[in-house]
């Protein structure tokens, strides 16, 4: 059986879309869809049942990609090491929301570059949600640190954390609110201070009004930066009221440059999730880097 073929079959299973599998062969989709039909010929039984949109595995197709892949995998990740004269010079491709990747992610990885002789090289990049799983999906990363839980069986994930979302402002800020008022109020105490966000729909206000007010913020956002690190910044300068994670925002609370406005009994949080490609965890540096993220993440919550 040609191996050439059973790669497109692997990876359009794991894709569920003839489209996207090209994409990532870096084929056309009649190659494709001529090589499947090969295959199919070959074992005298159909692979996919095609649909209005991608395809669904038969049991034959998923008993075939589950006895395949595995070696496949390992074939991959023999002919990759066997390029490089020293593994260590293997590069790991991160992607994931510029603050958590930069403040959390980063700093646990760099711990493994270079070390011992069985480091690696590390390349960072930062985007949204959807930019880092498209990314990853498309080969451009290794691993992917989203908010969002991918479905399908191109991509695996893993929850690593959650995040607290806290709720704050500066002093002069805080001096202004009736603080016993807040939490009987539903954040109507809070309409007249100026808001700073990543965002015109005011993301993380939105959520934490939602979940602990059960309501919807009135204001809108006087500071939009698509940075919480800047939005922190320019909330310690007194630019108005900001929902932080709680890990980004504690040193400047204990410093007092803000003031966390409101403790609720139970605090807003998003969950973060490594992400790789089906059975790329059978390469030892994205297996290492995820289980040292994953190590390192039990020390974060």
Same mark, same amino acid.
């Given at each position: 059986?040609?191996?050439?073929?059973?790669?497109?079959?692997?990876?359009?299973?794991?894709?569920?879309?003839? =489209?996207?599998?090209?994409?990532?062969?870096?084929?056309?989709?009649?190659?494709?869809?001529?090589?499947?039909?090969?295959?199919?010929?070959?074992?005298?039984?159909?692979?996919?049942?095609?649909?209005?949109?991608?395809?669904?595995?038969?049991?034959?197709?998923?008993?075939?990609?589950?006895?395949?892949?595995?070696?496949?995998?390992?074939?991959?990740?023999?002919?990759?090491?066997?390029? &490089?004269?020293?593994?260590?010079?293997?590069?790991?491709?991160?992607?994931?929301?510029?603050?958590?990747?930069?403040?959390?992610?980063?700093?646990?990885?760099? &711990?493994?570059?270079?070390?011992?002789?069985?480091?690696?090289?590390?390349?960072?990049?930062?985007? =949204?949600?959807?930019?880092?799983?498209?990314?990853?999906?498309?080969?451009?990363?290794?691993?992917?640190?989203?908010?969002?839980?991918?479905?399908?069986?191109?991509?695996?994930?893993?929850?690593?954390?959650?995040?607290?979302?806290?709720?704050?402002?500066?002093?002069?800020?805080? &001096?202004?609110?009736?603080?016993?008022?807040?939490?009987?109020?539903?954040?109507?105490?809070?309409?007249?201070?100026?808001?700073?966000?990543?965002?015109?729909?005011?993301?993380?206000?939105?959520?934490?009004?939602?979940?602990?007010?059960?309501?919807?913020?009135?204001?809108?956002?006087?500071?939009?930066?698509?940075?919480?690190?800047?939005?922190?910044?320019?909330?310690?300068?007194?630019?108005?009221?900001?929902?932080?994670?709680?890990?980004?925002?504690?040193?400047?609370?204990?410093?007092?440059?803000?003031?966390?406005?409101?403790?609720?009994?139970?605090?807003?949080?998003?969950?973060?999730?490594?992400?790789?490609?089906?059975?790329?965890?059978?390469?030892?540096?994205?297996?290492?880097?995820?289980?040292?993220?994953?190590?390192?993440?039990?020390?974060?919550?």
């Amino acid at each position: 059986m040609d191996l050439a073929l059973l790669r497109t079959f692997v990876t359009v299973h794991r894709a569920g879309s003839f =489209t996207r599998a090209a994409a990532l062969l870096g084929l056309s989709q009649p190659a494709v869809t001529s090589q499947i039909r090969t295959l199919e010929r070959q074992l005298g039984r159909p692979l996919f049942l095609r649909q209005a949109r991608g395809v669904t595995p038969t049991t034959i197709g998923d008993e075939l990609a589950h006895k395949a892949a595995p070696h496949l995998d390992a074939l991959v990740e023999i002919a990759e090491t066997g390029l &490089e004269e020293d593994s260590s010079l293997r590069t790991l491709h991160l992607a994931g929301p510029p603050e958590f990747t930069a403040e959390r992610a980063l700093p646990a990885l760099t &711990e493994l570059t270079g070390e011992d002789g069985q480091g690696f090289a590390l390349r960072a990049s930062f985007g =949204t949600a959807e930019e880092v799983l498209e990314g990853l999906a498309a080969g451009h990363h290794d691993l992917a640190i989203s908010t969002i839980l991918p479905r399908g069986a191109l991509l695996s994930a893993t929850a690593l954390c959650d995040e607290e979302h806290t709720l704050v402002a500066a002093p002069r800020w805080a &001096e202004r609110i009736d603080m016993e008022k807040l939490p009987r109020t539903g954040g109507s105490v809070l309409e007249q201070v100026p808001v700073v966000e990543v965002h015109e729909s005011l993301p993380f206000v939105s959520r934490y009004w939602a979940s602990v007010f059960d309501s919807r913020p009135v204001a809108t956002g006087t500071v939009i930066v698509p940075d919480l690190r800047a939005v922190l910044a320019c909330t310690v300068a007194g630019a108005g009221l900001a929902v932080l994670p709680r890990y980004l925002c504690t040193a400047a609370i204990e410093r007092g440059d803000v003031i966390a406005l409101h403790e609720p009994a139970v605090s807003p949080l998003r969950t973060y999730f490594l992400v790789v490609r089906t059975g790329t965890l059978a390469m030892p540096h994205i297996a290492r880097a995820h289980e040292w993220l994953q190590q390192a993440a039990s020390d974060w919550c």
